[in-house]
Nanobody
Framework: QVQLVESGGGLVQPGGSLRLSCAASGSVFSIDRMGWYRQPPGKERELVATQTTGGTTNYAESVKGRFTIHRDNAKSTVYLQMDTLKSEDTAVYYC?????????????WGQGTQVTVSS
């Protein structure tokens, strides 16, 4: 079983910054891809950014140039640096990891962390 623990959410003013962290633990042999998704109030969950072990990144158009994803493969941790935040970035942010563990292929989600952008 693979667990993902997120941290770093909170309340920030428009134009501000936040950094989210997500650490994977448990019976993990390898992680192919880690990333972040978000669910704004009343909307579906959507992609924010992902990064593969090889370093390939994928960003939602709405966050390109403002958000940066970074993985520390040695620590099985992924970070999301969020700059120039806007009110429309308000959402619950979920960490996601896809890889291989003791029970086979896994796809795990974190519990979510609230990000609120408001003055």
């Amino acid at each position: 079983q693979v667990q993902l623990v997120e941290s770093g959410g909170g309340l920030v003013q428009p134009g501000g910054s936040l950094r989210l962290s997500c650490a994977a633990s448990g019976s993990v042999f390898s992680i192919d891809r880690m990333g972040w998704y978000r669910q704004p109030p009343g909307k579906e969950r959507e992609l924010v950014a992902t990064q593969t072990t090889g370093g390939t990144t994928n960003y939602a158009e709405s966050v390109k140039g403002r958000f940066t994803i970074h993985r520390d493969n040695a620590k099985s941790t992924v970070y999301l640096q969020m700059d120039t935040l806007k009110s429309e970035d308000t959402a619950v942010y979920y960490c996601n990891a896809v890889g291989y563990g003791s029970t086979g292929v896994f796809g795990s989600w974190g519990q979510g962390t609230q990000v609120t952008v408001s003055s």
